[in-house]
């Protein structure tokens, strides 16, 4: 049985492990424990990795001349020296703490894997494995109001008086995933300032006119923006990232469509958001950003978005910046209730409700940030605003939600909206006031793991598959309330199987799977 991609399937519960075994109390008990120390390190290194054997591992990338080698014994160090003087090869380093590990520069020709095998089989060492080359765990644009700081929702380090990390861990996340280009994301709002320096690249194009959209006030093709509401979100949901300007957008390369019924002072009508949305629909749009609203429940919208619905489309809608619980009092189309449909409040870098926010136990999904959003603004194409509200924080979810289209290309709206509201950072804040209890988490969304589940024959056989090199957490549960980590786990290839060796004792029970802290 296969787990749907946020998902939860049958059965589990850990497999004790057994603990390696302490040092000897003799007179050289300070050097015997140092080595119990390695082997010890070794051992839960090897726990807690399922990629296979060293030797195999060539294919995440190592250093051609050298390899890491620990001696099983002090005796056995002495051995190791005389076959790498015999052999050609030098030992570069000593790590005296670490078990006397050894860094040995290869003969000259000496191939990585065959070192490894021959050092293996001499019998003389815990571990012999290549010196890998890794990355650092987070991909950061070069854009100036990034690297200041100023994009706290993006990477909030505690700058401007923020809590560190109340942020959607957004560098975490362009590990994995930066480019959304196949994605077209409509922003059915005030136009937007198509020549904007951080807007143009990342603009949809029509193929048949090369125009940017669609503008319902003229029924023409020129949604220039005269309010700067709808650039301002654009540049949130897909600036272009990494091109040393301005900001970045949370989807580096996006395709932004440019949809204007709102006039300069911000107000339109239904039939032109409409129009709006028909022209997306119509056109591939594959999200709907809807950063407006009112308390009239339109049918004809409603149905409007029902047919997008059908179609396999997206909505992202604003909460509303009244301070309302949208449970008591109605925000349309955040209210509609449709299960496509994401309706978001507004967060601060503090990890607090944004004060004018609506929320809504039912209503609002969850809070993404909003307050405090230094974007693209409509008065030049160099030019940059501060704005605040449900707006801002839709437009987060907006761009998240088509990297996370583009990373899970056969899911439907509704899992993708799953996958939001399983996916969230849990805070006091947001406990009560929506669906989900929590903040929009990019990373979260792009690396929830996918669970398969084998349960034909016990013990039960549980297939975790992510990203390589990932941490993931496979957790079971009988209640859906508590929830017990079974087993955390790394691999080359992102993937392992876990067995739950004591299945056939227990109830049935749900495990899902989450990325590592």
Aim: glycine share 10%; with cysteine.
């Amino acid at each position: 049985m296969s787990a749907n991609p946020i998902s939860l399937a049958l059965q589990g519960k850990r497999n004790p492990r057994s603990a390696p075994g302490t040092g000897t109390t003799t007179a050289s008990a300070t050097r015997g424990a140092i080595w119990w120390l390695g082997i010890i390190l070794i051992i839960s290194l090897r726990w807690s990795a399922a990629g296979g054997p060293p030797s195999q591992a060539g294919a995440l990338g190592h250093h051609s001349s050298r390899i890491l080698v620990l001696p099983a014994s002090p005796e056995a160090a002495t051995q190791l020296n005389q076959l790498h003087a015999n052999l050609g090869r030098q030992v570069q380093r000593v790590y005296a703490d670490l078990g006397q590990l050894q860094l040995v520069h290869l003969a000259a020709g000496e191939r990585v894997e065959a070192a490894i095998h021959s050092i293996q089989q001499s019998g003389l060492v815990t571990l012999a494995e290549p010196d890998f080359v890794v990355s650092a765990a987070a991909v950061l644009p070069d854009d100036p109001r990034f690297q200041d700081g100023t994009q706290w929702w993006l990477h909030n380090y505690g700058q401007s008086g923020g809590l560190p990390d109340a942020d959607i861990d957004a560098p975490e996340a362009w590990d994995i995933l930066t480019s959304a280009q196949a994605v077209i994301v409509a922003i059915i709002d005030s136009g937007v300032r198509y020549t904007h320096e951080d807007l143009a690249s990342n603009l949809w194009r029509n193929p048949v006119d090369q125009s940017f959209g669609y503008d319902a006030l003229t029924d023409g093709h020129d949604p220039w923006d005269e309010n700067g509401h709808g650039t301002h979100l654009a540049g949130i949901v897909g600036a272009v990232g990494n091109n040393a300007k301005g900001i970045s957008g949370i989807a580096w390369n996006v395709k932004i469509m440019a949809c204007n019924f709102l006039d300069a002072a911000g107000n339109g009508y239904i039939s032109d958001a409409i129009k709006c949305i028909e022209f997306a629909r119509t056109h591939a749009a594959r999200v709907l950003n809807l950063s407006w609203g009112g308390p009239e429940a339109s049918l004809a919208l409603s149905n409007a978005l029902w047919f997008a619905r059908a179609d396999g489309i997206s909505v992202v809608a604003a909460a509303g910046n009244l301070a309302a619980n949208l449970d008591v009092t109605p925000y349309y189309p955040a209210s509609f209730g449709l299960d496509h449909v994401v309706t978001v409040g507004a967060s601060t870098r503090n990890e607090t409700l944004y004060s004018l926010s609506s929320y809504g136990a039912q209503a609002v999904d969850l809070f993404a940030p909003g307050a405090a959003m230094f974007s693209s603004s409509s008065i030049g194409d160099s030019a940059y605003a501060t704005r605040h509200g449900t707006s801002m924080a839709a437009a987060c979810v907006a761009g998240g939600l088509a990297l996370v289209q583009t990373r899970f290309p056969t899911a439907t709206p509704q899992e993708l909206r799953r996958r939001l509201l399983h996916s969230v950072d849990p805070a006091i804040a947001y406990a009560g006031k929506c669906v989900s209890g929590g903040r929009f988490n990019l990373r979260k969304a792009l690396d929830l793991p996918r669970l398969s589940v084998d349960e034909v024959i016990r013990p039960v056989r549980i297939r975790l598959t992510g990203v390589a090199h990932h941490e993931y957490v496979l957790s079971g549960s009988s209640d859906f309330a508590s929830w017990l980590p079974l087993r955390t786990n790394r691999t080359a290839s992102g993937e392992w199987e876990y067995i739950d060796s004591e299945s056939t004792n227990l109830p049935h029970r749900f495990y899902r799977g989450t990325p590592g802290p």
